[in-house]
């Protein structure tokens, strides 16, 4: 077994690449001498899709953050499902440059094609790290520190199984209502952030 510092250095610096990786889509637009606030306007569609992006890996980190820093001993197993859930989240820079090209454009086609790939990247991040939770919940002695069963289960919670079940409904959705189906995206992103923080104001109620 490895130590878990390595993985840990390794994982958060990746997570910080995607992040920055994302602002690249900013780009000076072309603009008349005295239009240059309109140009800027026109790109809101760039801006919506960083904003969503940025919120959506930066919640993943911080439940990654988290989950880690109670590992102490890193197996090869769960080295390679680390990488699986890093890879699944380099997906998003894709997605997300996708979003704010058909935003751009407001083709309903192309738009629903850009929500359908960012769900099935979304619900792979999801399947990963469930993977990973349940991987650890079985192997309680790569933890820091054993717990009970019941704090244990602190990271298997229902939150990606639900998300998974969110992004599938948005994917379903979105033949029939590019809008709804959007909102069912944002809605599953949505509910990343809310479980992490009602996930951490339990663990801290019980430290």
Known sequence: ?????????????????LIT?????????????????????QQWP??????????????????????????SQITPALNIINLLVLFSITLINYATSLISATLSTLNVADLRTAIIIY????????????????????????????????EEAYFIKSDP??????????????????IIGGAFLLAGIIWHATAYVRLSNKVRRRA
């Open 1 to 17: 077994m490895f130590k878990a510092d390595r993985i840990r250095a390794m994982s958060d610096g990746m997570f910080a690449i």
């Open 21 to 41: 990786i994302l602002v690249l889509d900013f780009k000076l637009p072309e603009y008349r001498v005295g239009h240059l606030l309109a140009a800027i306007l």
């Open 46 to 71: 760039i801006l919506l899709a960083y904003v969503v992006s940025f919120a959506y890996i930066g919640t993943l980190w911080l439940f990654h953050h988290d989950f880690f820093s109670t590992i």
């Open 119 to 150: 769900d099935i990247c979304a619900l792979l991040i999801s399947f990963t790290f469930e993977l990973m939770y349940r991987y650890v919940y079985r192997h309680p002695e790569l933890k820091e520190h054993q717990r009970n069963a019941n």
């Open 161 to 178: 199984i639900i998300s998974v079940g969110i992004y599938f409904a948005s994917i379903i959705i979105s033949f029939f209502s590019v």
